[in-house]
């Protein structure tokens, strides 16, 4: 499927603009920006550093340089890209974004920080390992993703139907295995101002879910930022990826006042290529 907010490779902004304004105008940008993106989002992903719990090794392949990072405590490891600086986090508080439970924590969170963008956090990358597959629901502001334990398969909702509900938009079925045989499946999510892929591999054996999660289309509103120090180097960076992806004037206003990152951007930041490989060499290794 093509972009058609992209045109040869650059962002139509003509296209953006007139979508946001007609989601203002419907009572705000989530309503245009998912019709777009809700979707195409999925495919985008087929896309300090802290040493312990986990280890880590270098190896090439092809213009790729990879590091391995295992960890032993919960045994697991994949390969990353060695573009991204990594941070591990144990018993993560940013399980409630993916659970139904508010008070659950993740059993680990990973941070990929790309080296080119260490300032926009908003644009990092993520790994969770999530306890109890059952209680799992990735969701956006009008769409979620979980699974049904009478059957185990995994479904789609989006919003909304002519009563106003969520309905079934479809049942997600695994895109590939990883290194130990656990099924992969993608979804991906919409808000007001961003949208993710993810790629997420249940783990019946331990009842965890791992889940990997980058961003895709993403709005940095540099005006809300209340410290004047770290809104000024807001400001800058998004400055500095105009002149970089953009220059022309007429875009200007539209990402560095408004703060819509280029799509091209995000996508060198994070290659969907090597994140289909980090994903597929995924693998749990321990049954302790």
């Known amino acids: 499927m093509s972009y058609k907010f992209i045109i040869k490779g650059k962002t139509n902004w003509k296209f953006l603009e007139i979508l946001i304004f007609l989601a203002v105008v419907a009572g705000g940008v989530i309503l245009g920006y998912l019709n777009y993106f809700n979707k195409e989002i999925i495919s985008l992903t087929k896309v300090s ?22 960890n032993e405590k919960y045994g697991f490891e994949f390969k990353y890209s060695s573009k991204y600086i990594i941070e591990v986090v144990l018993d993560s508080e940013e399980c409630f974004f993916f659970t139904r439970e508010p008070n659950k924590k993740c059993l680990v969170e990973i941070i ?23 209680n799992v629901e ?16 995994w479904r789609y909702y989006e919003c909304c139907d002519r009563e106003n509900n969520y309905y079934l938009k479809e049942i997600l079925k695994p895109w ?9 499946f993608k979804t991906g999510t919409c808000g007001s101002h961003e ?16 889940l990997f999660k980058f961003p895709g289309g ?13 809104k000024s180097q807001c400001y800058s960076e998004l400055n500095r990826i105009w002149k970089k992806y953009s220059g022309n ?3 200007r206003e539209m990402i560095i006042e408004q703060g819509w990152i280029p799509f091209e951007y995000i996508s060198d930041l994070h290659n969907g290529e090597d ?14």
């Open 49 to 70: 550093e802290i040493k312990k719990p986990g280890k880590e090794k270098m190896i090439e392949e092809g213009v790729t340089t990879w590091k391995i990072y295992k």
């Open 218 to 230: 993403r709005r940095i509103r540099c005006g809300l930022i209340e410290d004047s120090s770290k």
């Open 275 to 288: 994140i289909d490989e980090m994903v597929r060499s995924f693998k749990f290794f321990s049954e302790k």
């Open 249 to 251: 004037e007429d875009e």
């Open 112 to 134: 990929f920080k790309p080296k080119e963008q260490l300032i926009l956090e908003e644009l990092y990358g993520h790994f969770y390992l999530i306890p109890d597959i059952n």
């Open 138 to 153: 990735i969701a956006g502001q009008l769409m979620y993703t979980q699974v049904d334990p009478k059957d185990n398969k």
């Open 195 to 210: 949208c993710f892929g993810y790629d997420f591999i249940p783990y019946h054996l331990k009842n965890w879910t791992a």
């Open 176 to 184: 590939a295995l990883t290194q130990s045989g656990e099924e992969i």
